[in-house]
Nanobody
Framework: VQLQASGGGLVQAGGSLRLSCAAS????????MAWFRQAPGKEREFVAA????????YYADSVKGRFTISRDNAKNTVYLQMNSLKPEDTAVYYC?????????????????WGQGTQVTVSS
């Protein structure tokens, strides 16, 4: 599967952005989808994930209650709605896909990655 992330930009603290990740192929619904982010000088970190049907979601503690992951299998797209953004949310955000339901938060378990989209939150 090929992934294309979009929707990043510059926003003031407290603002909102919605990221999208469009997937190619007809088997989108068979993949667990996730968002990771990487800030300058830091390791890539887990943000959120969603299971095949969208019935189960997972979040990093740092974004819980502010970010919402969702998916539309008919459109082969996963979304990340980001509200109440903070300067520490500034990073390149990547979407990723994997088949198995284990190790959801481990970036090394994901075999498919999008190109990343920059999110910058100003204070």
């Amino acid at each position: 599967v090929q992934l294309q992330a979009s929707g990043g930009g510059l926003v003031q603290a407290g603002g909102s952005l919605r990221l999208s990740c469009a997937a190619s192929g007809r088997t989108f619904s068979s993949y667990i989808m996730a968002w990771f982010r990487q800030a300058p000088g830091k390791e890539r970190e887990f943000v959120a994930a969603i299971t095949w049907s969208g019935s189960t979601t997972y979040y990093a503690d740092s974004v819980k209650g502010r970010f919402t992951i969702s998916r539309d299998n008919a459109k082969n797209t996963v979304y990340l709605q980001m509200n109440s953004l903070k300067p520490e949310d500034t990073a390149v955000y990547y979407c990723a896909a994997k088949s198995a339901a284990s190790y959801i938060r481990d970036s090394e378990r994901y075999g498919y990655w999008g190109q990343g989209t920059q999110v910058t939150v100003s204070s």
